[in-house]
């Protein structure tokens, strides 16, 4: 029987891959992983914010322990909080130092769950590791390499957090929900009895107590001892000083509100200068850009494309993909023109490539850079 892991999180999603795999005849057996979060003040704890979006909270742990039950798989807890905090949380409270705006499960998809927890699969005899995420594999029937594809769901497609898988990785992952809708999961949880079937679902960061990553960012550095961020001057595009911002890692990209400087238009953040430490703003026309580059590419095929190649770019998590001409360079970095400018285009996030026969495939990507 082959077997398969799948990476628990108590909510539904995950949930009802295992219960999919199990029906289908797979050995499951689900493995949850505690990973760091921020400890919850007293006032978050009284307020009953505390566990709010933990994805390893003591809840989620009891959801997934009796979904496994219910299920009748084996489950494990296996700790990771030691390399979650250097990989995950240090690098997104630096790269919000350094005035860019990171998205953390990039990386965790890439150096957590794809690889630790790969490994702890492979390692326990299994062929395959699984996750809840709304995307499809399959192999090229002309090169037989394996594909990664948006879910057939628009609205919870996930391909954009998992455009940095390789071949290895592809070739171990399966993804039960790529093609089911959000509703149809929960109808299927609901059929199945599960106890998650109604759960709520969190877009927060899971591990800043309240979803509050500005104060998160305060906490961490007293904490820690690490480098706080520092005030600086806030410029407006000629490079005249309109007022004093309290640190790059408190704005981002697009911002309007907040600014606590006036003018005759609405101001908005346009970049960060963290080599001065200015905020540079101007009006919301100027917002819009239709170039720049990335850097940390990859492509999920492993071949690295030497020539210019047409594709649509989806410049953020909820983006609308959009034509654009992207050039690899010699550097393993690539410059993107985009067809339509797009709007607060933001260092630190990803761009993303789509394409292929039906022009759902993931072709690579990489992160904006400034």
Same mark, same amino acid.
């Given at each position: &029987?082959?077997?398969?892991? #799948?990476? &628990? ?10 219960? =999919? ?10 493995? /949850? ?18 566990? @709010? ?7 989620? &742990? ?32 630096? @790269? ?20 630790? =927890? ?29 594909? =990664?594809?948006?879910?057939? *769901? ?33 109808? &299927? ?6 106890? #998650? ?16 990553? %500005?104060?998160? /960012?305060? %906490?961490?550095?007293? *904490?820690?001892?690490? !480098? ?6 806030? =410029?407006?595009?000629?490079? %005249? ?29 346009? %970049? /960060?200068? !963290? ?8 009006? !919301?026309?100027?917002? @819009? ?32 993909? #959009? ?48």
């Amino acid at each position: &029987m082959t077997r398969v892991v #799948v990476g &628990m999180s108590g909510g539904v999603d995950s949930s009802v891959a295992a219960a =999919l795999l199990k029906e289908q005849g797979y050995d499951v057996v689900g493995i /949850m992983l505690r990973l760091w979060s921020e400890p919850a003040s007293e006032e978050d704890i009284e307020s009953g914010r505390a566990s @709010e979006n933990k994805c390893c909270s003591i809840e989620s &742990m009891g959801d997934a322990r009796r979904v496994a039950a219910k299920l009748d798989i084996p489950f494990y807890v296996v700790n990771v909080e030691q390399p979650f905090q250097e990989h995950i949380v240090d690098y997104f409270y630096d @790269e919000y130092l350094a005035g860019r705006t990171p998205n953390p499960c990039l990386r965790c998809n890439r150096h957590i769950r794809f690889t630790l =927890l790969l490994e702890r699969a492979l390692a326990l005899g299994a062929d395959y590791l699984c996750t809840g995420h709304y995307v499809r594999v399959d192999d090229d029937p002309a090169t037989g390499l394996r594909r =990664l594809r948006r879910g057939v *769901s628009a609205e919870k497609d996930q391909s954009y957090v998992l455009h940095v898988l390789n071949q290895q990785q592809l070739r171990h992952a399966l993804f039960p929900l790529g093609d089911y809708t959000k509703p149809q999961v929960r109808a &299927m949880a609901a059929e199945r009895g599960l106890p #998650v079937a109604t759960k709520a679902e969190s877009q927060e960061i899971c591990f800043v107590a309240a979803n509050d990553y %500005r104060g998160f /960012m305060r %906490r961490y550095a007293e *904490s820690t001892g690490r !480098a706080q961020p520092q005030a600086g001057p806030i =410029l407006d595009e000629s490079g %005249r000083q309109l007022g004093e911002h309290q640190g790059l890692a408190y704005y981002t990209i697009g911002q309007r509100k907040g600014l606590g400087v006036s003018a005759r238009e609405p101001l908005h953040v346009l %970049r /960060m200068d !963290a080599a001065s430490n200015a905020l540079i703003v101007g009006g !919301a026309a100027h917002l @819009e850009r239709s170039e720049f580059t990335v850097w940390q590419t990859t492509y999920p095929s492993g071949i690295v494309p030497t020539e210019p190649f047409e594709a649509e770019v989806k410049v953020r998590y909820k983006a609308t993909p #959009v034509p654009a001409l992207v050039t690899p360079l010699t550097d393993g970095r690539a410059s993107i023109t985009l067809r339509q400018p797009q709007r607060a285009i933001t260092p630190g996030q990803a761009a993303v490539f789509y394409g292929g026969a039906d022009g759902d495939e993931v072709l690579g990507g990489g992160l904006i850079e400034e």
